[in-house]
T-cell receptor, first 116, second 115 residues
Framework: AQTVTQSQPEMSVQEAETVTLSCTYDTSESDYYLFWYKQPPSRQMILVIRQEAYKQQNATENRFSVNFQKAAKSFSLKISDSQLGDAAMYFCAYRMITGANSKLTFGKGITLSVRP | KAGVTQTPRYLIKTRGQQVTLSCSPISGHRSVSWYQQTPGQGLQFLFEYFSETQRNKGNFPGRFSGRQFSNSRSEMNVSTLELGDSALYLC??????????????FGNGTRLTVT
């Protein structure tokens, strides 16, 4: 079974600085998708960034980028120029590309606070 | 385009009662998934529906059930409520189970409190 581990329950960053959130996963599949979702106090899960495992290039979305290390099964999220609105829970998630289902396996999440 | 709509936003029930939660997916999305979120267990997959059929089911007791209607709207039902069922229930939609590149779109959830 696939598992996703986020070992840091909380992190804090100064506004305008850079922070990296860690995620590791375990799977025997060779192709899959990885996601980072953000959950602000409004409770709605919002997609931050996604990465397909067969793509070597790390995904980037504006201030958000990932460091995808397939062999190490590591998928960290870097937030540059942190803003107060980035404060939220962040979840790393895995999706397999077989079985014709949309199931995501989530990590426990990390609470990010941003200091003004 | 309207997002995923979940109703109600909050529910308070008593142990032993049953509850029904509703989810309307994004227009054109035909796959609906349900997740339970608790502080202790995090986000856990409940089940997924596509074309009115349950495609996949998580490791939850039979008290948790769901269904999907022909317009893709979905409901989940929890019978004989227990205190441990208190959680945020999130619904997510996607075009279909084969659209692996499409992310799930989540609703704001229903906060269920069992007393």
């Amino acid at each position: 079974a696939q598992t996703v581990t986020q070992s840091q329950p909380e992190m804090s960053v100064q506004e305008a600085e850079t922070v990296t959130l860690s995620c590791t996963y375990d799977t025997s599949e060779s192709d899959y998708y990885l996601f980072w979702y953000k959950q602000p106090p409004s409770r709605q899960m919002i997609l931050v960034i996604r990465q397909e495992a067969y793509k070597q290039q790390n995904a980037t979305e504006n201030r958000f980028s990932v460091n995808f290390q397939k062999a190490a099964k590591s998928f960290s999220l870097k937030i540059s120029d942190s803003q107060l609105g980035d404060a939220a829970m962040y979840f790393c998630a895995y999706r397999m590309i077989t079985g014709a289902n949309s199931k995501l396996t989530f990590g426990k999440g990390i609470t990010l606070s941003v200091r003004p | 385009k309207a997002g995923v709509t979940q109703t109600p936003r909050y529910l308070i029930k008593t142990r032993g009662q049953q509850v029904t939660l509703s989810c309307s997916p994004i227009s054109g999305h035909r796959s609906v998934s349900w997740y339970q979120q608790t502080p202790g267990q995090g986000l856990q997959f409940l089940f997924e529906y596509f074309s009115e059929t349950q495609r996949n089911k998580g490791n939850f007791p039979g008290r948790f059930s769901g269904r999907q209607f022909s317009n893709s709207r979905s409901e989940m039902n929890v019978s004989t409520l227990e205190l441990g069922d208190s959680a945020l229930y999130l619904c997510a939609s996607s075009p279909n189970p084969f659209s692996y590149n499409s992310p799930l779109h989540f609703g704001n959830g229903t906060r269920l409190t069992v007393t």
